[in-house]
């Protein structure tokens, strides 16, 4: 079967890094998706990886290990405004999304 | 980048009432769109794939009675929430893939929340 793991809720501080964690299992995979969506708006992209590594953006960095099913989102210095959630989402062996839960990040001064 | 739009952005309506709403894409063809429902503090939940020219998939669970689409256009797909009930107030997303860049990477609508009263 197929499943997509990602924690609930995380809390960071203002200026400091987080990790957010995404675990999946798949017996077909075309790549992974990391989107960020703040409360009541839609979501927005922010990085795909379909090859093992770290692939980095400004603050934002992701990470794949296609091996172990496992991604991460690594977030640097953050704002105030990087309060959101955060999706993560495969594409299956048809090509279809499949969505994680979502991980709620919450930044406090 | 492809832009997506998505019209209402939000509508109040009366239990029983009909609600339609378009998802276009503005500068590119879709010829596949999805729609997503989101409750709040929920993740994003896929209702129905729509196919330009032919039946909308729907997801299991989802009525297709009750949720009717049409993708009449390569740039047009429209969701209509029939006899809605307050239970069906939600935060629906359209959503589109283009066929250029990273493949099946998906373009969202503003979205469009639904309050029936």
């Known amino acids: 079967g197929q499943n997509i793991d990602q924690p609930t809720e995380m809390t960071a501080t203002e200026g400091a890094i987080v990790q957010i964690n995404c675990t999946y299992q798949?017996?077909?995979?075309?790549?992974l998706f990391w989107y960020q969506q703040h409360a009541g708006e839609a979501p927005t992209f922010l990085s795909y990886?379909?090859l093992d590594g770290l692939e980095e953006k400004g603050r934002f960095s992701s990470f794949l290990s296609r091996s172990k099913g496992y991604s991460y989102l690594l977030l640097k210095e953050l704002q105030m405004k990087d309060s959101a959630s955060y999706l993560c989402a495969f594409l299956d062996s048809n090509y279809q999304l499949i969505w994680g839960a979502g991980t709620k990040l919450i930044i406090k001064p | 980048g492809a832009v997506v739009s998505q019209h209402p952005s939000r509508v109040i309506c009366k239990s029983g009432t009909s609600v339609k709403i378009e998802c276009r894409s503005l500068?590119?063809?879709?010829?596949?769109m999805f729609w997503y429902r989101q409750f709040p503090k929920q993740s994003l939940m896929l209702m129905a794939t729509?196919?330009?020219?032919?039946?909308?998939?729907?997801e299991q669970g989802v009525e297709k009675d009750k949720f009717l689409i049409n993708h009449a256009s390569l740039t047009l797909s429209t969701l209509t929430v029939t006899s809605a009930h307050p239970e069906d107030s939600s935060f629906y997303i359209c959503?589109?893939?283009?066929?250029?860049?990273?493949?099946?990477?998906?373009?969202f609508g503003p979205g469009t929340r639904l309050t029936v009263l």
């Open positions: 990886n379909v």
């Open positions: 500068d590119f063809q879709a010829t596949t």
């Open positions: 959503s589109a893939p283009t066929t250029s860049g990273i493949p099946n990477e998906q373009f």
């Open positions: 729509s196919n330009e020219g032919s039946k909308a998939t729907y």
């Open positions: 798949t017996s077909g995979f075309n790549g």
